[in-house]
């Protein structure tokens, strides 16, 4: 009976981690990390100052690591957004009431330029922005509604059960077996002129840009399809991409609040 129930425990700590640990750790350090190599000076003392000497790569997770406790449950809905099917445009009065990716991002932004929040308010939403930016770039987490964002999607990786999601939340990363700073350190080498375009744009237009691509990766597979290598080789350089795009803007927004 005891072992039966550790079993149990085992089985349900295991599966709860491994299906909500979006990005998966080191796909969001890496992003996190690739925005401190772009924070201006200001930003970076003011970034250190309110993490009490972390960095961007440390708290990324927060965001993940709180959806254990009951108390935080609200911000579940949080790490993602759908539209709803047919639909090509975001509105806030078809906008989950909820709240969503968008709304996650917006309202922490809002926080940290707001004079009147106070440090603990803004160090909260500092490390909710920096995993939310880092969702965003998850193309998946701009799914669509009904199959939630992939996740209903099974597929087989290497072998093994797994899902849409999931590929592209953590099992690529973790295949390529690099540390989130050897990640964060391997990425394009961007001129200054191209990594102002990256940062351009709004939120909505970076939903838009990762639905888009969410769509060619609904077109990448057949439900129970065996994936492994050949799935790797051509879709990996894309998560990289994403990667150091979500540090970039990351580090924009940044920028801009602490300007
Ligand atoms: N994770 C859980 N539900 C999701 C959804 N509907 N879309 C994207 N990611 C999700
Ligand atoms: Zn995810
Ligand atoms: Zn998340």
């Given amino acids: 009976m005891r072992i039966t129930l550790l079993v149990a425990a085992f089985l349900i700590t295991t599966f709860t981690f491994a299906s909500e640990n979006d990005w998966g750790r080191t796909g969001h350090r890496a992003t996190g990390e690739v925005a401190e190599q772009h924070l201006t000076k200001k930003a970076k003392a003011q970034v250190r ?25 609200k911000y579940n809905p949080w790490h993602y957004v759908n539209l709803e099917p047919g639909e ?18 917006n309202h922490s932004i809002a926080v940290l330029k707001d004079k009147n929040a106070t440090k603990e308010d803004k160090e909260f939403h500092l490390k909710l922005l920096v995993h939310f930016v880092g969702d965003l770039h998850q ?15 099974q597929v087989r990786w290497f072998g093994d059960g797994s899902n849409l ?4 939340d953590s099992e690529m ?23 102002r375009n990256i940062q ?21 597979v057949e439900t129970g399809e065996k994936l492994g290598y050949q799935y790797m ?6 998560v990289h991409d994403q990667v150091q795009k979500g540090g970039l803007r990351l580090a924009g927004i940044l920028n801009e609040i602490y300007k």
């Fill in 173 to 195: 990363i973790n295949d390529f077996d690099m540390s989130y700073t050897e990640l964060a350190h391997n990425t394009d080498v961007l001129s200054k002129k191209e990594i």
């Fill in 165 to 168: 999601h999931r590929v592209w």
């Fill in 88 to 105: 090509t445009k975001y509105t806030k009065e078809k906008a989950n009431p909820k709240g969503d990716l968008v709304h996650a991002i």
């Fill in 200 to 220: 351009q744009g709004s939120v909505l237009d970076w939903m838009y840009e990762s639905k888009e691509l969410a769509n060619r990766v609904y077109d990448s």
């Fill in 49 to 73: 100052e309110l993490l009490n000497g972390m960095n961007l790569a440390f708290v990324s997770t927060y965001g993940d690591d709180i959806k254990s406790d009951p108390a935080y449950r």
């Fill in 139 to 153: 193309p998946l987490h701009a799914g669509r509604g009904e199959d939630k964002g992939g996740n209903d999607i």
């Fill in 233 to 238: 080789y051509e879709w990996f350089p894309v």
